[in-house]
């Protein structure tokens, strides 16, 4: 878990499919960051992350971490890069990524 920055979200893959997903306040997983629960303290992130390991051993989700967000005006994103690129789904076409795993129609 990323050191505690006072606000954070969680994110997984689904094993169904690697889909990037975020953790919401009713303890759903979402494609949309902007669904995503947020935690402003520690022991909610961690609380979160229990529920996320839970989820793995269900075989829902993969790697669930807790990442840190920002505030900016009154949105909130991911801080890093790496997050943000994540937010915003695949960084090619759907179509291609389909035909390098073999599942091209």
Not at 13 to 28: I, K, Q
Not at 43 to 53: E, K
Not at 55 to 62: F, K
Request: charged share 20%.
């Amino acid at each position: 878990m990323a050191k505690f920055s006072g606000l954070q979200a969680v994110t997984a893959n689904l094993l169904c499919s690697g889909a990037a997903v975020y953790l919401t306040e009713a303890h759903t997983w979402s494609p949309r960051f902007l669904d995503a629960a947020l935690f402003r303290e520690p022991g909610d992130a961690a609380a979160a992350l229990t529920f996320g390991a839970a989820e793995v051993e269900a075989r829902i989700v993969l790697d669930p971490y807790a990442f840190d967000c920002i505030e900016v005006g009154e949105d909130v994103r991911p801080k890093t890069v790496r997050e943000v690129i994540r937010a915003g789904g695949p960084s090619v076409a759907t179509a291609l990524n389909a035909r390098a795993i073999g599942n091209a129609a």
